[in-house]
Nanobody, 120 residues
Framework: QVQLVESGGGLVEPGGSVRLSCAASGTTLRLWDVEWYRQPPGTRYVDQRELVAAITALHSETHYTDTVQGRFTIFRDNTENSVHLQMSSLKPEDTAVYYC?????????WGQGTQVTVSG
């Protein structure tokens, strides 16, 4: 059974940085495309989640939404069977629950999410 566990969220001041981690068990994460989504406050449905960053299984190509380009970095740590999201120059509008998703062929798995609150 594939399981994803996010960690690293918390309260951070505007302009600060935080690193989120998505750790996998039951599979080798480097074989999967991995995406980070965020769900803004006041929303509750999966289709309201915003795709923030993605990294492909093949060649580890990365993609970012315009609002985080240059501030966020997605990268793999294959020794930890994880994908990280390094978030810098954080803004209050980055406040959200962040989820990772692993996708391969027609299968996908989600983690439980981690809250990031940018305030101060």
């Amino acid at each position: 059974q594939v399981q994803l566990v996010e960690s690293g969220g918390g309260l951070v001041e505007p302009g600060g940085s935080v690193r989120l981690s998505c750790a996998a068990s039951g599979t080798t994460l480097r074989l999967w495309d991995v995406e980070w989504y965020r769900q803004p406050p006041g929303t509750r449905y999966v289709d309201q989640r915003e795709l923030v960053a993605a990294i492909t299984a093949l060649h580890s190509e990365t993609h970012y939404t315009d609002t985080v380009q240059g501030r966020f970095t997605i990268f793999r740590d294959n020794t930890e069977n994880s994908v990280h999201l390094q978030m810098s120059s954080l803004k209050p509008e980055d406040t959200a629950v962040y989820y990772c998703k692993a996708a391969r062929n027609s299968n996908d798995f989600w983690g439980q999410g981690t809250q990031v609150t940018v305030s101060g």
